[in-house]
């Protein structure tokens, strides 16, 4: 039998080995705000949960218009095909930058230019021309690449304390921005007399707002600390590591295919 205060202990445990710290590796190692008073931690509570949301309409919006994309643009099926794929492969191709930016700018202010480069590439979905809409998709897949591996970070850092709380928040935001892609965007065009770009552009609206929301966040943040890094060794030949990534790769593989 365990009492409580165990069952406590161990669900919290497993919330922070969940979290991927993206600065695990710097030296010196980034330290939480100090000092913060509650209604600050508050707010920064409320902007990360805020992030995590947007890191994930890009994917179920152009989704849920794709018959409309092609019929408008004359998009191909390969090419409808490659417009849902080129966010994933963009994941996975600007994740291993995300640690670099936060060492030489601060993951904060990384953050920042996250969320408009994400609000950026969203309205340029909108604008109407198939090449415009490639790249407004790989830009806003390459800005949620670098937010996926910072995000989790700045949660464990900065609330440690309520680990299992605030990874309850940002998953449920996460889901929470997928699903409201897939369920509104087509209402959301409808109501903007059903314009295709208005519906597709809509949707880097609220990155910006909450681009704006994280703003004083940087501005509170003392200049950054230049950091360094250190690399494992002999990853590429585990192999152990081979089968967590093809066990991770193929659930994901799974939520995406979903979205696509």
């Not at 921005?177 to 007399?193: C, K, M, N, R, V």
Request: glycine share 8%; with cysteine.
């Amino acid at each position: 039998m365990t009492t409580p205060l165990q069952d406590s202990a161990e669900v919290y445990d497993l919330a922070d080995e969940q979290l991927i710290d993206a600065e695990a590796d710097s030296v010196p190692q980034p330290q939480p705000p100090v000092g913060s008073s509650a209604a600050a931690r508050f707010l920064l509570g409320v902007s990360l949960v805020l992030i995590a949301f947007n890191l994930r309409p890009v994917f179920s919006s152009a989704s849920a218009l794709l018959p409309e994309i092609k019929t408008e643009l004359g998009l191909s099926s390969l090419g409808a095909s490659l417009l849902t794929t080129l966010p994933v492969v963009c994941l996975g191709a600007f994740s291993p930058v995300a640690p670099r930016l936060a060492q030489r700018i601060g993951a904060e202010r990384t953050l920042l230019g996250v969320l408009l480069l994400l609000a950026l590439g969203t309205a340029l979905r909108g604008l109407s021309s198939v090449p415009l809409l490639f790249i407004g998709t790989a830009l806003a897949g390459a800005s949620i690449a670098v937010g996926n591996v910072l995000l989790p970070g700045l949660v464990k850092r900065d609330f440690a304390d309520r680990a299992a709380l605030m990874t309850g928040f940002y998953t449920m935001a996460l889901c929470a921005g997928a699903a409201s892609a897939a369920g509104f965007t087509l209402p959301l065009e409808h109501i903007l007399g059903d314009s295709l770009s208005s519906a597709l552009a809509a949707w880097g609206l609220p990155a910006l707002i909450v681009g704006i929301i994280w703003l004083p966040q940087v501005l509170s943040t003392k200049s950054q600390v230049k950091r360094s890094g250190f690399s494992v060794q002999g990853l590429w030949r585990d192999r152990l590591a081979w089968q967590v990534t093809l066990f991770m790769g193929l659930q994901s593989a799974l939520a995406y295919c979903v979205f696509g």
